[in-house]
Every structure is written in C-alpha cells, then in structure tokens.
C-alpha cells in the first residue's frame, strides 16, 4: 500500500474547501440567503373595546399594508426577521405608535383614541325654481346651535366634529332630501324646498271620502287621488271648492292650499220609489226626502228606514200632508233623523198625522218629528191618529188644534208607547193630552212624558192623558193644564167601565198648573180607576185634590239625596218608607232621582 504524506500547506487547502463547502450547504447553490417566514396577527380598539375599522397597517421593509376589518382585527404573512408596524387612520392617534415584532409569538394590538378635528360646511336652499328660500332652520345633531339660511337660501356651520346629521326645517316646507350626513369638509350640502300644502276635505251628505275627511298635508308636486264612496240609500254627486267636477275619482296635482267637498244626494230608485233597498227586514227601504216619504203610502206593509233629516216645507207649501194610510202594518225607523214642520191645515177630516192609522203588527221607532202645525177634526196626533201597533223612542215638537180627541204624539190608543215625549202646544174642545187624547182599554203607555201646555175649552184634558181606560206607568207631565171639566195634571178621567179592568196610573207624577171648573184634580180631575204610588205637586198644580194619587210639596217632589243610591224595597223601615214612599218604591233602574233639587226623571233621557 502506497503511503500519501500531507504537507502544511496541503492541509489549508482542505480547511478552506471545508468552509466552502459548509457556506454552500446554508446558503444554497445560487448563493441566495434563505431566511425563514413567519405570520402575524392582530386587533385595534378604542379605549371601550370597540373594533375600529379602516385602520391602516403600515410595515417596513417594503412589506404591503393591510387594513382592519369591521371588528378592528387584521392579519399579515410573510414577514421576515425583525418588523416595525405601524397603525394609521386619519383623526386617529396610536397606544403604542408602533411595535416591533420579529416571529409569530408577538402579540400585536392597538388602543386607538379619535382626535377632535373641527370642520366647517356650507350649502344653499333652493325652491323647485331655483331661487333661495330665506329662513330655513338648519338642526346640527350634537350640541350644536342651529343656523338660518340668508335671503339668498345660503348657510354656513363651523366648528363641526365627527359624524353630523344635518336637518333643515320651516313651517309649510318639506325638503328633500329630509337630511343629510357630513363626516368632514363638504362643498354641496345643498336641499330642494318643496311647498307643503294644507288640503281639507269635507262631506255633505252621507258617504267617506279617500284620503278621510279632515285636514292633510301634501308637499308640492304631489299627485293624491281623490275618491268618494256614498253612504246606504246616498250616491255622490259632485266636488265643490277650489276643485269642482263630477269625475270620481279624480286625480290632482298638489300646488297649493285648497279645500274640496264631497258632495252625496239622496239616491232614488226609479222602480221603488226609494234610496235604495228592497222592504224587508234585513234590507228596508231607505227613506230621504219628502217624496220618498210620501211613497211609503203604497208600501203599507213593508219595512222603511230614515236616512236623512226631511224638511216639509217647502213640498207643502202650497198643499197639505195627506196622512200615510189607511192601515199601516209595517215598520218605520226614523233612525235618529228629523222630520220638519209638518203641516196640516184646518180641515174637517179626521185620523190627522203622520200616518193615518197604525196597525196591530206596526212597529214605530225612533222619530223626531219637529215644529209641527196640525190642525183636524177627530182623532189628531204627531205620529198617527189612532195606534193599535209600538210606539217607542220618539218625540214630537210644534202645535195642534182641532177638536177630539188630541195628543201631541196619538190622537187615540190602543197599542203600546214607550219611552217617548211631547213638547206640544195643544188647543181646540173635547178630549185632549199632552201625550195622548184617549188612552183605550189594552192601551200601555210607559217611560214616556210630556212638557207642552193644553188649552181646552172641553172635557177629559189631562198633561199625559185626556181619558185613560189603559194603563199608564213611569210617566210624568210638566206643561200647564187648562179645561172646563175633568181636568187633571196628568189625567183628566181615569175611569172604571163596568164589565172591565179599571184605568191604571203607577208611580207617575205631575208637576204643571192645574186650572178648570168642574173635577179638577192635581194630578187626575175625575174617575174611579186605581192610582197607586202616583203624585202630584201641590203647590205648582195650585190644586190640594185629585181623584187619586198624594199630593206633596215641591221639596217633598223633589226626593234625590246627593250621594246615596236608591235603597231597593224591604231594606228600610216602614216609617221612613212611609215619609218617601216615591224614592223607596219606584224602579230605580228606571228613574233617575237626582239631587234634593231635582224632580226625578227618566233614566233613558240621559242616553
């Protein structure tokens, strides 16, 4: 084997092509310098720990930026060796100002705290022709103090800070758009000034309208369809105001204030004779005017229904009413609507009224008839001249004369009234009432009163009643009575027919003046029938007798106690219940005793 010996200087050669070796082995073959990668992450805040976005990450190095998200949170990659980051966002300062980070165990957050950076913004108000609109109060959001915009509409602001909401305002103006935001310098901060317009809108007639009747606010420019929907047995017929037209519905263009009405008539059915329906029950015919009225005399069984106020007038002025009949058998509600001065001149016929007769299957309610003028022969009432059906919730107001029998609301009755009321003038000879002339056997009169005043040169005049053979309760007169004989404040003759049930008058009173010149009675002039717990006032009625009923002072008349209910019977001893007999034995669901200064009154007159 061959030895090989080494020299000194061969031994360097191998040191130095060792080391060469070595440096290629860490920097690779091209001789670049490989150095390793790391990531980053990190959030900023404020100082209550609300992410603050947009915040600009800045690294050196030649390294790009990146921006935090909506939360304040952002991310890097591939950073190498040691970095410098540095957060940036305008109006914004740093804790810290930076951070140096050099592998991925770093943590790397921020506090950022907003600077108070004042700015100032300006801008015009303008109408739709472009001039300025002087006045306009501009609202800053903040603590701000508002500006107005100058003759020419211009405004101007300093001292602004962050985010402002920026609202201008002045009566009869809406603006557009309603606000605007600013966040910093702004040279277009500039509002349209549309007019705002008052529209009212109102109905004659029945019916609605759309928009609803009332007053609205429109801004200029604005087109509002207006339309009108007539009431049952009402049909439109035209706009009045600053707008007029049949057109329904109409269009129209906002440009100013105005005023517009719909105007409805009472519609008519050629075919019927009515507003509308088909008499029956469910659908009766509507009634509106004074010819429909009068149609109903070919209807008499059908069923019938006020809908508006009918004024007679004019449609008798040069004729009289002739009164709805023969028999009527159906029904008529006068639905809480007026009919006016019916008129009857002085004639010798009999059965004088509104109808003629009412049947046995008649059903009246509800009608104010006013400022009557009826004058007749036999058998004279508002409503009717002699009554077999129901009478209920209606009243009659005006004059009567003629002969016999008279009542503000019957002439004669067989059926049933309830709560009703007259305040009638009656004059003329023979049997007379204030409510009804002769109250006939199977007659009931109940809940029902009369104010008016009689002046009889005749018999049986009574303030309710002339002649009762019927039953009369919870009634009561006030009206001045005057007569020759049998003459009472509420009944003038309260008899008893052999062979049959004797006149009934039940807690009932009269408080008017009583005058005549035989059988005269405070509250009945004349009669054997029963009166139980009925009273008059003897010292308004100037009379101390009647042929029934207890006579009292005003103050005793006068029973309410302010404070207490009416004690219902059997809870008071017999003493005081003999004192007050009218205040512990009258239906207190029925009257109404008021105070000590009141007369009672009926309970449905407060509805």
Known sequence: MKTISLSRKNIQVILVALTFCLGFFFTGCDGTVELKTYNISGEIVTGEGVGIEGVSLHFENGFETVTTDEDGKWTKSGLVGTVTITPVKADWTFDPVSQDVENESNKVNFVGTEQEVTYSVSGTIEDKTGAGIEGVKISFSGDLNPVFTESDGTWVQTDLVGTVTITPEKDGWVFDPLIKEVSGEDNSVDFLGLG??????????????????????FKDGDKVVFEAFGGTGWVFKEWLGDFTGKDNPV??????????????????????????????????????????????????????????????????????????????????????????????????????????????????????????????????????????????????????????????????????????????????????????????????ISGSFSLGSLDISGHFVGGLVGQNSGEIRNSFTEGDVKGNERVGGLVGDNPHFPGYDPGLIKNSYSIGEVTGNNQV???????????????????????????GGEGRTTLQMQVGVPGEYIKPAGTVDEEEKEENLMYYEWDYMIWDFGTSNDFPWLKWENW
């Open 251 to 444: 269009e129209i263009v906002i440009e100013k204030d105005f005023e517009i009405t719909a105007v409805f008539e009472i519609g008519h059915d050629e075919e019927t004779g009515f507003a509308g329906g088909d008499g029956t029950e469910e659908n009766p015919f509507r009634v509106g005017t004074p010819e429909q009225l009068s149609n109903i005399r070919e209807n008499l069984d059908e069923n019938f229904l006020q809908i508006a106020d009918i004024d007679l007038a004019d449609y008798l002025s040069e004729k009289a009413w002739d009164p709805i009949g023969g028999e009527f058998d159906g029904s008529f509600d006068g639905n809480g609507f007026k009919i006016k001065h019916l008129g009857i001149p002085e004639n010798f016929n009999y059965y004088r009224g509104l109808f003629y007769h009412l049947g046995e299957n008649a059903i009246i309610k509800n009608i104010a008839l006013e400022d009557i003028n009826l004058n007749g022969y036999l058998v004279v009432g508002g409503i009717a001249g002699r009554n077999y059906g129901k009478i209920t919730g209606s009243y009659v107001t005006g004059e009567i004369y003629g002969w016999h029998p008279l009542g503000g609301l019957v002439g004669e009755n067989f059926g049933e009234i309830k709560d009703c009321y007259t305040d009638v003038s009656i004059n003329g000879a023979g049997e007379a009432g204030g409510l009804v002339g002769i109250n006939k056997r199977g007659g009931i």
């Open 521 to 547: 009675g405070g509250l009945v002039g004349s009669g054997n029938g029963i009166v139980t717990n009925s009273y008059w006032d003897i010292v308004k009625s100037k009379q101390e007798i009647s042929a």
């Open 196 to 217: 705002e317009f008052t529209i009212t809108i109102m109905v004659e007639g029945d019916g609605t309208v759309t928009p609803e009747e009332g007053v609205h606010f």
